[in-house]
């Protein structure tokens, strides 16, 4: 007599006992890097101002729902969901004129927001049967969005003589992997649900700022 298989395959002893594992790994990984180059001999003065807000949020949840006492069959029912979002939003003001003493005034002011959600949820229903079944659904919606906004504001007649150059280097990646496997080992029926997620925010933010072509 041969045992009953799952949708997939699988084949399920009707005497098995059932063991389930849930893995679920979610990783963060979000880095900055800002420079600021002035190039010219005439005396510069710099005025830096620097805001970075970095937040991330991981939300991890695992339901587990096993009503199955009669040995007859099992209805196995798996639904997971993966959402990585991840929002940035760099915004660079740039402001050169000439001071009071002759010497040029560079004022920057760097602004960074980065927003990661990573939401992970993996539910398992087991219920009684009059014969096996096993049912997976695995849902991975992944979102990323960037706004870059540069403004460089060049005073006093330098326009001609001052070159600003900004570069703004942005990779938003999302990834999410998910596995469900049903394995049957002698008296154990095994299921297994494992949940990958890595969202990445790397940023650089580079100015320069050439008065070199200013008089003395």
Known sequence: ?????DE???????ADDLDIDVGQDS??????DTDVAIIGSRPAEVRLDTEIDQDGEMDQDADVDADAENADGRDIEVDVEQRPELDQRIEVDVEVSEGDDGAILVEIDI?????????SDADVDVQDD???SFDASIDQDTESDDNIDVDVEVRDDLDADVDVDVDIASLLEAVANGDVDLEDYDDITSLGIYLDEL????????VVVDVSEIDA
Do not use: L, Q, R, S
Not at 8 to 14: L, T, Y
């Open 1 to 5: 007599m041969m045992e009953p298989d």
């Open 8 to 14: 997939d395959g699988h084949e399920i002893d009707e």
């Open 111 to 119: 602004d960074v927001e980065d927003d990661i959600e990573i939401e």
């Open 199 to 206: 969202a990445t925010i790397d940023g650089d933010v580079d």
């Open 27 to 32: 990783e963060i990984d979000n880095d900055v």
């Open 130 to 132: 009059d014969e096996n």
